[in-house]
């Protein structure tokens, strides 16, 4: 097994469902040792969110965000466990936890005591709605309140929400951002001899509606420069003509002209020099003001021939376009360039990372607690685990 950037970093993951477990298998990807505590008997919400399920029980929704990591169940009510998760605490490197403002800490569990204990300790907590808010955060919830729905759909429908829990995986991904920052500063700090950093600069606070508003970009500028409400624009988008979904002969493609030079090697490489040759429509703002007749002029083009077809032009000329796949397809390449195929995929789900290895299966609920209890983090010395390239 090679070493990997994270190796030995040590991850107690307190969280469930989605941002917290999808940041601490982040970690886990990238070599960190990690622990998942859950509840006896049910365990992390996701565990039931099914079907489908795996042969082995597993839901799907689990899977997806929980490999890299070995499962312990302690109740936080029983004395034993305390004092187990407290050793734990007290040799991590990291904690990541999602419960509302006050609940670990009356089982004793406050993160500021813990990290004064703890010099090096980083502690990441991630709310709904900001760390002293009290309602429960919920992607779907923040998609709609973030300003997220209202402006995904068509221009004449109603607001739509995204087909995955994207604020919840965006806002992982931000506390994996600020936890390896965190961890960053605190061994520039003990390599340069100066003291532990204060307890603020480890805690990470991030929540669904910080990060669903952060990546709202453009998005948000057009409505802070202009003052006026986003729009629904469905496939099309708000800044740039051609950037949408068009028909051809036989399936979907889109089609992302990002640059003026882009666009005149598109409409050459349709045969539209009547546009290409137009000086209207040199720029993209002129473009933007005669919309609706470049969209018109590329739809009766385009459904003439089939997508291959219009593709193997537009790739030729460097335009930015592409079929529009189902997942199963999108699943497949995947595979294909992973050197695996879609049957491991299955039981790991798919790494972002392009050195992120898969070391262990997601596991079963307290698969491993009877040796956390006896070995705590030496466990991880001698853990039988995936070779390179097994899944």
Known sequence: MREMSLSGLRVLDLSRVLAGPYAAMMLGDMGADVIKVERPESGDDTRGWGPPFAADGQSAYFLSCNRNK???????????????????????????????????????????????????????????????????????????????????????????????????VLTGKDAALGILAALAARDRAALAGRPALPVSARRVQVSLIDSALASLVNVAQ???????????????HANLVPYQLFASADRPLVLAVGSDT?????????????????????????????????VAALSLCLQTRPAAEWMARLEAAGVPCG??????????????????????LAQTGISPLWNG????????????????????????????ILSDGDV
């Open 70 to 168: 070995v499962s312990l169940t302690a109740d936080f009510r029983s004395p034993d466990d305390q004092l187990l998760l407290h050793r734990l605490i007290a040799q991590a490197d990291v904690v990541i936890e999602n419960f509302l403002p006050g609940s670990l800490a009356r089982y004793g569990f406050d993160a500021d005591a813990l990290l004064a204990h703890n010099p090096r300790l980083v502690w990441c907590s991630i709310s709904g709605f900001g760390a002293d808010a009290t309602r429960p955060g919920y992607d779907f919830v923040v998609q709609a309140e973030s300003g997220w729905m209202a402006m995904t759909g068509e221009p004449t429908g109603s607001p739509m929400k995204a087909g995955v829990a994207i604020v919840d």
């Open 222 to 236: 057009n409505t802070l420069v202009t003052g006026q409400p986003a729009r629904r624009w469905g496939n099309a």
């Open 262 to 294: 882009q666009w005149l090697a598109a409409a050459r490489a349709l045969g539209l020099d009547e546009l290409a040759d137009d000086p209207a429509l040199r720029s993209n703002a002129g473009r933007l003001a005669q919309r609706e007749r470049v």
């Open 323 to 344: 079929v529009v796949r189902e997942v199963h397809e999108a699943l497949a390449d995947s595979a294909v360039r992973s050197g695996q195929d879609v049957s491991e």
């Open 357 to 384: 290895i898969v070391r262990l299966r997601p596991p079963k609920l307290g698969e491993h607690s009877v040796t956390v209890r006896e070995k705590q983090w030496s466990l991880f010395d001698n853990l039988p």
